[in-house]
């Protein structure tokens, strides 16, 4: 069975920084792509970033760019976020999703709010 | 690529059909042949869900009663009677083109 967790949401104020974390199991992991997707609250899903198997091919949304990391580690089948310079308006629910959207995890919330 | 659903809204009758819609503003059809349009199934208070993938394969768990159509920028999703636990917000998606892109959403409830 497929699992994708996230951690490390939480809330923290204009211009701090998170980084999410995606434990991947039950598929192998370094032969898929990742994603984050986020979900303000309320609202639609609005793709993040993507990553190809081996880390060579990212992307990121223009609202991100610039301020949002993606990383994985495929040994330790894991996806990350880092997030700086958060806004207010980065609130939201963020997704870890496998590939072109076969799996979603449970997601994370951040709040950025002071 | 623009995604656009209609209706924003569905009230069905339980046992009743449902259809979504679902335009994009390019072909989807992908240099490999294939045309990556999914459908997300997202119940409240819960993640989406994949239920069809390449236009029209259900994916795995996904009862037959959903069923996707379409080709090139116009596609459908229908419901052939809906249940309670179709409740929720429906979200079509393309992967055709780098970065994945979403519909709107429409809501389906019960009238």
């Known amino acids: 069975e497929v699992q994708l967790v996230e951690s490390g949401g939480g809330l923290i104020q204009p211009g701090g920084s998170l980084r999410l974390s995606c434990a991947a199991s039950?598929?192998?992991?370094?032969?898929?792509?990742m994603n984050w997707v986020r979900q303000a609250p309320g609202k639609g899903l609005e793709w993040v970033s993507y990553i190809n198997s081996g880390s060579s091919t990212i992307f990121y949304a223009d609202s991100v760019r610039g301020r949002f990391t993606i990383s994985r580690d495929n040994a330790k089948t894991s996806l990350y976020l880092q997030m700086n310079s958060l806004r207010v308006d980065d609130t939201a629910v963020y997704y870890c999703v496998r590939d072109q959207g076969y799996d979603w995890g449970q997601g994370t919330l951040v709040t950025v709010s002071s | 690529i623009v995604m656009t659903q209609t209706p924003l809204s569905s009230p069905v009758t339980l046992g009743q059909p449902a259809s979504i819609s679902c335009n994009s503003s390019?072909?989807?059809?992908?240099?490999?042949?294939?045309?990556?349009l999914s459908w997300l199934q997202q119940r409240p208070g819960q993640p989406p869900r994949l239920l069809i993938y390449k236009i029209s394969s259900r994916f795995s768990g996904v009862p037959d009663r959903f069923s996707g159509s379409g080709a090139g920028t116009d596609f459908t999703l229908k419901i052939s009677r809906v249940e309670a636990e179709d409740v929720g917000v429906y979200y079509c998606?393309?992967?055709?083109?780098?970065?994945?892109?979403f519909g709107g959403g429409t809501k389906v409830e019960i009238k």
């Open positions: 039950g598929f192998t992991f370094r032969t898929y792509s």
């Open positions: 998606m393309q992967a055709t083109q780098s970065p994945l892109t």
């Open positions: 390019q072909s989807l059809v992908h240099s490999d042949g294939n045309t990556y």
